[in-house]
């Protein structure tokens, strides 16, 4: 009945991650790291490492509404290894400030974690971190190893998500999609991992996903997977969304695959 007035929901609910309180083990975990910040677009971003100052290091990408914390099983594994992790709380998330972010704003954030501190081993990312990372490399950040967890990669998909929490209707998702268009001079798609794979040639991608992922569905890697050849990927079972980003063999996969780009 109202779709202008829809249109704007979503348009403040795509671009505004939600906070949720920190678990306790996660809280822990901030405890151990050496906490930092740097600015970004007069965003104030909270940083963390965990292991060694001398070690080599990965760089970890949160999810939407999600922390850095929440690779707390990963940071154990990886500094045993003689990695050190690095973590950041994106625009409007966590400990950092602002009220909304777009996928543009964490790749300024990641050029500027890699200009201060040197290219990674490696980028491990979860969900919307995925996409951010993939944008990124796509316009010369200079990773080469990258692991996707649980990550989406269709724009319909991505849209069909958000309008499920509005109880909306397509013809909301291909308004918006007219909105993304007016708003950035691009449609949306272009913001996709499926469109900006295109122009990434020499990355080695590890894409993790579980097969009963409600949240982001299988398909959505297996896609990715079409299009760039390149790709491994591993399917899990019964993990979900998030829990997957604590389980064992999980981490053992992308221990394995950063060292010697294979997920063991």
Request: charge should be negative.
């Given at each position: 009945m109202f779709p202008g007035l829809a249109v704007r929901y979503l348009e403040r609910i795509f671009f505004t991650p939600l906070k949720y309180k920190t678990p306790d083990k996660?809280?822990?975990a901030e405890g151990l790291a050496v906490q930092s910040s740097i600015m970004v677009d007069n965003k104030r971003i909270q940083l963390y490492e965990w292991g060694s100052h001398s070690q080599p290091y990965v760089l970890v990408i949160h999810g939407w509404a999600g922390r850095a914390t929440q690779f707390r099983k990963f940071i154990p594994v990886f500094n045993s290894a003689g990695?050190?992790?690095v973590?950041?709380?994106g625009p409007a998330h966590g400990k950092s400030s602002g009220k909304q972010t777009t996928i543009a704003e964490f790749e300024k954030v990641l050029n500027r974690i890699i200009e201060d501190k040197g290219v990674p081993e490696g980028i491990i990312a979860h969900s919307f971190g995925g996409g951010a990372?993939?944008?990124a490399i796509s316009h010369g950040l200079p990773v080469k190893k990258l692991i996707n967890i649980a990550s989406p990669t269709l724009a319909d998909e991505i849209i069909k998500s958000f309008i499920q929490a509005i109880n909306g209707s397509w013809n909301t998702g291909l308004k918006f999609k007219e909105f993304?268009?007016?708003?950035?001079g691009r449609p949306f798609e272009d913001f996709t991992a499926l469109k900006v794979i295109e122009q990434i040639h020499d990355l080695e991608l590890l894409l993790v996903h579980d097969s009963e992922d409600r949240?982001?569905?299988l398909v959505q890697a297996q896609a990715l997977k079409n299009k760039y050849p390149r790709t491994h990927l591993l399917v899990t079972h019964g993990l979900g969304h998030n829990r997957i980003l604590k389980d064992d063999a999980v981490?053992?996969?992308c221990l394995g695959f950063i060292q010697n780009g294979r997920a063991v």
């Open positions: 996660e809280v822990e990695l050190k992790v973590g950041f709380d990372a993939l944008f993304i268009h007016k708003k950035f949240e982001v569905s981490i053992a996969a």
